[in-house]
Each structure stands twice: as structure tokens, then as C-alpha cells.
């Protein structure tokens, strides 16, 4: 602190003050959002680090004056002033021209008669340091007290006429002149979607009418002709034409109206006239024009895409044509990913005296493009990875080796539901379906996993979803014999229900929401994998047509699992400005075994801990409940039907577009729903569930390198709900070396935890 704190005036110039805040002071419309006011001010204090650290001015005072840098540690002072910034010293003409901007804002708020001045006040106790206060007096607000529209032309009269109910102004509000450009956007786009190809926003003009009644105003809102007062027209297309690839060829295909110009780059006319939504003799809309780009970029078959309206020919006032070029991609791609693995999970079951686990593994994913000539995309991936578990007695590693094998076909359209009528209310369509094959092996089991699925996905508007009708995923573990006997009874039966054979069947439903946009400072995102079922129609069809009753149905000898799942994930990312921002993230999902089985399948349970939450611990080593069995040899892998985990993080600048900081806390745990005896007192009760969250903070870094973020995050543990209720609050001994040892842990990670 005292690095930070101290001394930082050292590079202030005599006679010279730096800006410690800046304050608004006004009495005035306490109650209206005026948040914006402080963009207006031209001159910001220096960054702070947390909210009080000026880090940034210390290294720049660090590496341009040299203080404590000797001359053999020039690196030193190179990363100071690359990290560093100037101090911001108050100026003058800067607080006038800051006065001035505020002004005008309060303005276009609608109080024509505010008045801005500023003083400077100098910090009594620190030297060469003062706050900037600017002292508004707003007085009274203008609103709006007559509102007419009106242009020459007759048809654009009644299209803003019959859309009055969607007016960003109305009469009554305060005078705001950031609503009155939302309507100018608003009839632009209104013109543009109704057939206006050649209108743009300079043709509207705005009168507002101060004089007439006190603190009112009357607006009049003209649309004008264009030059020499030629009238504005609608365009119809009468014409689209489609050129694909190195199309030079004269040969042309007529389709659904639409004229196709091939090249080498064969594409069926069928699958782009689906996502080309514009039709010659259709009046011209810039919204389905915005709609045919996006869906025809969705297809993955186009590096770019252009579209571009000419007059027609036989018509220019009243016609245009279209002209669609598609720049075709590589029709195949071969991508290789090498990784390095570093975990600490082990698959299954932990002995306590083994270390995280390091590996290498080979990602590769061959992608064919257009694979049928109907733009389907058909991609195969192949993992392969080996692990090594290191002991911490030197004992013989224990090892593990994975092999998976992932084919994905992808098709543009909903199959069956594509010429349906609600189809068309949808865009970015596609049907996926899904093969894999994952085999993993280490000195305690054998595991097999073969899963299938297809699945829609489709969007509107802020919504995206996906539908899966058939999901079947058959399971296969073998538990080494000598490993299991070496196991106490209670372990056994866990590990034999956790790695039981077991075949999963059942639909899927899922959507994401994200009222997400390039203006926004502050918005959310929700996930959810809506509902999840398994063995049912497996279950009705034993009911109905055989004999065999009781919870233990198999399908050619293994066991099919029943269940329901769900879980919901909401995050909120609050921007304060270009070096700090707030994210929050609250998690919850709950699976429930009923009818042919008694334990939810692991491959669907619920854990906590790693690098995305509770970070403080490994992954599946707390919980749940308040479990512990730091009494045994043998440590079983934690999960639960019950998952509840929040997390929150500051996030701050501290190399610009390079390195950024995080201070996070994350809290949770996962439950039972029923009494297991293998997990006492695992089960979720109301009146002690909140005295069983695992509670953690920590310190982060995140190194931006353009195309991946590389994350590392220390968690320490704060709240323990695995000890003794009377000792849960662990952080009471972080002073203590071994404590920090036992109860804290690094996560390396790519990307944002959430």
C-alpha cells in the first residue's frame, strides 16, 4: 500500500495540482436519470486499481523518474512506463470546456436555462493534490405541448400515421432530445422497411417552438422532398440475381424467382433461396435484406457476402434490382489443436495422495463444406489425450488415456418443419445430427461412452433454442476387480452405482436470451437447459407390451436410466467504464431419478469447484451438504442432484489490451435430494442448507492474446461447510504457511469463468 499510496505527487510540477475526483453538485431532479452527465467532463482522475489504487501513476512515476530502479534493471523501468500513466493535472481550459459540454447536455435534456460553474478545492491534508466541483442549476424543464407530423407525400403521411402507437415522443414528455434522434431513427428505418430504398434520416427535420406557452414547447416534425423537391417513391425489386463463387459463366438457373449464376462452386439453388428471404416484386425492406445477409453468413459456406440495388432499367424511379455476391470459402479445412492438460481431476475416484494430473492431447477436426451440394456441413474431430497422475510419495504414476471420436453433420433448414408456417418466423435454422465415441482407461476403470442426437437449433430476435427429439447415449464401465476390493463397503456401493452401465434416452429443450447490444453498459444473459428426459417412452413401451415390472428393466442386459433434469444460468455484466467493469453470475439445476432408477446417472450430476466456480477448490472435491471424509484413504469423487452457485468479480484494466485484473468470490455447493448413506449429511434441508455454502475470494489475472484469453485465478477458501460447524470459517488461520498450502489453489483456464 505504501508503494501506491505514497509519494505519487513526486511527478506533479510545482505550481501544479493533480485530480484526485471530480463532483456534480445539483439540487434539481434528484429523481431523473441524468447518469450520462458525467461523459460530458473532458478531464478524468487517474485509473485506480480496486477503486483506490493509482497503480498506473506509480509505475509511471517508477519508470520515467526511476525511483528505486537501479541502472542494471532497465527492463524494469521499460514495463513501469509502458505500464504507466501520466498524471492528469488540472487545467483550466479543460474545466471550461467540461462546463460548457455539461451544459449543453442538461440542453438536450430538455432545461434550456441551466447554468454550469466550477470550482477547484485543493485537499487540506494531501499537497499538490484537488477536486473539481461543478455547481448546476438547472431550473425548470420544458415539455412537449403540441406534436404534428408532416410531408408532401401522401402514403408517407399514413405509414406514420397508422405507427403513432410506436412513437419514441408524445406529447406531455419532457423535451428530450436523445428521444427525439431515437425518432428520427425510428421513421427512417419505418421508410426504409416500407419500400424508401433512396431515404435517409437528413430528410427529417425537427422544429421545436420554445416562444409560444412558458416551459413548453410545440414540435413539428417535417419529412422533405428530396433536392428540386423530387418526391420520395417506393421500390419494388424486380429483379435478384445470384452470382456464386468465380461465376463467369453465361448459363444462367432460374429458381423461386431468383436468377442463379454459377460458378466451379456448385451449391443446390434450393438450399439458398430458403435463406434469401427477398422475391422479385416484393416491396423493398432493409430489414429483410439485414435478414438474408445474416442467414446467408449462418451457412459457414461464405468468406463475404454483398448485396447491392441498382436502378431497373425499364424503371429507376419506382424498381431496383438486386445483385447477391457470394465469396465461397475453402470447401474443406483441417485444424490440429495440440493442449497441454493440467488438472486435477482423476475420473472417478481420488486417493489423497495424488497430485494433479499433467498430459499432452492432440485435437483434430477435419471439416467438409457443402458436403451434399445443399450447404451441409459435416465436421469430424478426433481427441486424443494421456495423463499422468504423479504421486507424492514417488510411488508408480498412476495413468490414464483418452480416445474420442465426434461426427457432426449440419444441415440449414428444420427438417420436416422447414415449409411449415412457423418456420418461416425463425432464422439461422439448422438440424444437427450428432455420433461419438469416447473410450477412457486408467489402472482403476474402463469406460465407453457412445452417444447419438439430432437436434434443432433456431433463433428470433434475442432468443436462440434448441430442440433435441432423440438423444441415446449407451454407457459402458468396468471397474477393475482388486481395486474394488480394496474399497470399504460404503465406497464400493458408490462406485458401482457411479460407474454403472447404462443407456440414456429422452428429448431435450434449451434456449439462450441476451438483451446484449453495442450500446449497452449494462445488460444480462440467461441460459437454461429448460427440461431434460430420460426413459420414458423406454418405460411406456415395457408398461404397455411386456410383463416385466419393478425398478431393474433392462434393454439387451443393460439397465436404462429415468430421470428428469434442469438447470438455469444468468448472468450480469455492468461496464462502468473502458477499465472497470462488474460481472455476477447466479447458477442452479436440480436432476431427479424416479421409476427404473435410483441413482442419477454421473455422466448428469451436479459439481462444484475448479476453475469456473468455487475456485478455491479441485473439481468434485467438496460436497455435498456438509460431507467430509477426511477420515479415509480413499477420496470419491463429490457430486449431487442439487446444484446452487453464485459468483461475482470485479474486473479492472492494468496493461491496456493486454492484461487485466479480477478480484472474485464465488459461493455454492451441491445436495442430495435424498438421505444417501454414502454422503451423510449430503441432503438439501431448508433449515441448514445456508449454513453449508462453500464460500471462497481470490485474486486473477486474464492475458488478452487477440485470439484467446489465457485466465489464471488463485481461490482461497473462506468457508469450509465440510469441517465441524464450529470451525467452518477457515480464513481465521490464513497467517498460517500451511493453511495457505492446504486450503487455497491456482486454475489455469482459457477464457472467462462466466
Not at 448428469?604 to 475456485?615: D, E, I, K, P, S
Not at 471424509?629 to 469423487?637: G, K, V
Amino acid at each position: 500500500m505504501s508503494l501506491t499510496a505514497c509519494n505519487i505527487t513526486r511527478v506533479v510540477p510545482e505550481g501544479k495540482q493533480l485530480l484526485v475526483a471530480n463532483k456534480i453538485q445539483r439540487t434539481e431532479a434528484k429523481n431523473m436519470d441524468l447518469s450520462d452527465e458525467r461523459n460530458s467532463i473532458k478531464q478524468k482522475p487517474n485509473r485506480e486499481l480496486l477503486g483506490f489504487v493509482k497503480f498506473h501513476l506509480w509505475a509511471y512515476q517508477y519508470g520515467n523518474k526511476g525511483f528505486g530502479i537501479r541502472k542494471k534493471q532497465p527492463w524494469l523501468r521499460r514495463l513501469a512506463e509502458k505500464v504507466g500513466e501520466a498524471p492528469v493535472l488540472i487545467d483550466s481550459n479543460k474545466m471550461s470546456i467540461s462546463a460548457t459540454r455539461l451544459s449543453d447536455y442538461y440542453f438536450s435534456e430538455g432545461f434550456f436555462d441551466n447554468t454550469v460553474s466550477y470550482t477547484v478545492v485543493p485537499k487540506k491534508l494531501l499537497k499538490k493534490r484537488a477536486t473539481v466541483t461543478y455547481t448546476v442549476k438547472l431550473g425548470s424543464y420544458h415539455t412537449i405541448n403540441t406534436l404534428v407530423y408532416h410531408s408532401p407525400s401522401r402514403v408517407i403521411e399514413e405509414l406514420l400515421a397508422t405507427s403513432s402507437d410506436q412513437q419514441k415522443i408524445k406529447v406531455g414528455q419532457r423535451l428530450d432530445f436523445e428521444k427525439i434522434e431515437a425518432e428520427r431513427a425510428r421513421i427512417n428505418d419505418l421508410l426504409k422497411n416500407t419500400g424508401f430504398y433512396y431515404f435517409n434520416s437528413s430528410f427529417i427535420d425537427f422544429q421545436v417552438d420554445t416562444n409560444q406557452v412558458k416551459h413548453k414547447a410545440d414540435v413539428v416534425v417535417n419529412i422533405r422532398n428530396k433536392k428540386n423537391l423530387e418526391p420520395h417513391y417506393q421500390q419494388t425489386i424486380s429483379k435478384i440475381s445470384v452470382l456464386i463463387g468465380d461465376a463467369t459463366s453465361t448459363d444462367t438457373l432460374y429458381f423461386k424467382g431468383l436468377q442463379f449464376i454459377e460458378g466451379s462452386y456448385y451449391i443446390k439453388p434450393l438450399a439458398l433461396s430458403k435463406s434469401i428471404i427477398l422475391r422479385p416484386g416484393d416491396i423493398y425492406d432493409a430489414s429483410k435484406v439485414q435478414k438474408t445477409y445474416s442467414n446467408l453468413l449462418s451457412m459457414g459456406l461464405f468468406n463475404f457476402v454483398t448485396i447491392r440495388f441498382v436502378p431497373a432499367q425499364n424503371d429507376s424511379l419506382h424498381k431496383l434490382e438486386a445483385q447477391i455476391t457470394l465469396q465461397t470459402a475453402p470447401k474443406h479445412d483441417f485444424i490440429w489443436e495440440p493442449q497441454a492438460i493440467l488438472t486435477g481431476q482423476s475420473g472417478g475416484i481420488q486417493a489423497d495422495n495424488l497430485e494433479q494430473s499433467f498430459g499432452v492431447a492432440n485435437n483434430l477436426t477435419l471439416a467438409n463444406r457443402n458436403v451434399f451440394g445443399g450447404a451441409e456441413t459435416f465436421n469430424i474431430t478426433s481427441l486424443t489425450a494421456l495423463e499422468t497422475q504423479l504421486k507424492k510419495d514417488g510411488k508408480q504414476p498412476v495413468n490414464s488415456f483418452r480416445q474420442s471420436i465426434n461426427a457432426e453433420l449440419v444441415i440449414p433448414s428444420l427438417l420436416y418443419f422447414e415449409r411449415k408456417h412457423f418456420s418461416k418466423v425463425f432464422v439461422k435454422k439448422s438440424t444437427k445430427f450428432n455420433a461419438s465415441y469416447l473410450h477412457e482407461q486408467n489402472v482403476n476403470f474402463t469406460r465407453n461412452v457412445i452417444p447419438f442426437s439430432f437436434t434443432y437449433a433456431f433463433s428470433k430476435g434475442k432468443f436462440s433454442y434448441g430442440v433435441t427429439p432423440l438423444r441415446l447415449s449407451i454407457n459402458q464401465a468396468l471397474v477393475e476387480p482388486g481395486f474394488l476390493a480394496s474399497l470399504d463397503l460404503a465406497t464400493q456401493t458408490y462406485t458401482n452405482q457411479l460407474l454403472t452401465n447404462n443407456i440414456i434416452l429422452g428429448p431435450t429443450a434449451s434456449f439462450y436470451w441476451t438483451n446484449k447490444n453495442a450500446s449497452k453498459s449494462k445488460y444480462w444473459q440467461v441460459r437454461s437447459n429448460a427440461v431434460e428426459l430420460s426413459g420414458n417412452l423406454v418405460d411406456l413401451y415395457f408398461n404397455l407390451f411386456t410383463d416385466e415390472t419393478g425398478p431393474n428393466k433392462e434393454i439387451n442386459g443393460v439397465k436404462y436410466s429415468q430421470y428428469v433434469r434442469s438447470d438455469i444460468d444468468v448472468t450480469y455484466n455492468h461496464v462502468i467504464d473502458e477499465n472497470n467493469a462488474w460481472a455476477c453470475r447466479l447458477y442452479t439445476g436440480a436432476g431427479l431419478p424416479y421409476g427404473n432408477t435410483l441413482f442419477l446417472p454421473f455422466e448428469r450430476r451436479f459439481f462444484v469447484g475448479g476453475g469456473n466456480n468455487l475456485r478455491a477448490w479441485r473439481p468434485r472435491t467438496i460436497g455435498p451438504g456438509s460431507y467430509s471424509d477426511n477420515t479415509t484413504a480413499i477420496s470419491i469423487e463429490k457430486t449431487g442432484e442439487f446444484s446452487l452457485v453464485s459468483s461475482a468479480e470485479f474486473r479492472f484494466d492494468i496493461i491496456d489490451k493486454y492484461v487485466d485484473g479480477a478480484v472474485f468470490a464465488d459461493a455454492g455447493n451441491i445436495w442430495t435430494f435424498k438421505d444417501e448413506p454414502n454422503f451423510e449429511n449430503g441432503q438439501f434441508q431448508f433449515n441448514r442448507f445456508y449454513k453449508e455454502i462453500a464460500l471462497n475470494s481470490g485474486l486473477g489475472l486474464r492475458f488478452d492474446l487477440t485470439y484467446v484469453v489465457f485466465r489464471t485465478d488463485w481461490g482461497i477458501a473462506m468457508h469450509d461447510p465440510s469441517k465441524v460447524e464450529t470451525q467452518r470459517w477457515v480464513i481465521k488461520d490464513f497467517s498460517d504457511q500451511r493453511w495457505v498450502f492446504d486450503n487455497t489453489a491456482i486454475n489455469f483456464a482459457i477464457g472467462f469463468p462466466f
